[in-house]
């Protein structure tokens, strides 16, 4: 017979793993998001943003708004945002860059989680 101890000592252990898998994955997603933030024929986003807390992006795209603070939307506003702005902003100059398959669905959870990542409000 496995002893209760011993069960919790297994539970508690994996959740310990489970949050480092995670931590590991977000920042494997993260890395994925700049990628595709910054690659002209994947998001080509810094043509038109800066973003705030990555100097290493060139803070010269100035159509669209600086992206600040963004970890204060929900996570599925943002994929909204980017898989098609139309939605909340009627005719914006933002392409619709998930409607029109230029980007998958899997580069726009990355594009969010780096977002989130690197804009958090301090
Ligand atoms: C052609 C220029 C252009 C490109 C390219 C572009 N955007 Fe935008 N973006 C804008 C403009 C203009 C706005 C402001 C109007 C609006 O909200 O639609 C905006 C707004 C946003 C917002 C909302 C910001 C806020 O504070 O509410 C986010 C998030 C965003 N863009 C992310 C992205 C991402 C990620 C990409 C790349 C996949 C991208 N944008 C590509 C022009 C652009």
Known sequence: ??????LLAIAIMSAISTTVVN???NEALVK???KVFVTKKQGNCLACHAVQGD????????IG???????AYPKAYLFEKIWDPNKTVPNT??????RSHKITK????ALVAYLQATTKSK
Do not use: F
Request: aromatic share 0%.
């Open 1 to 6: 017979m496995i002893s209760v101890k011993k």
């Open 23 to 25: 931590a590991a994955s």
């Open 32 to 34: 994925e998001g700049r």
């Open 55 to 62: 100097p290493s992006i060139p803070q010269t795209g100035d």
């Open 65 to 71: 708004p600086k992206l600040a603070n963004l970890d």
């Open 93 to 98: 100059l933002m392409p619709p860059m998930g």
């Open 106 to 109: 899997h580069q726009i959870d």
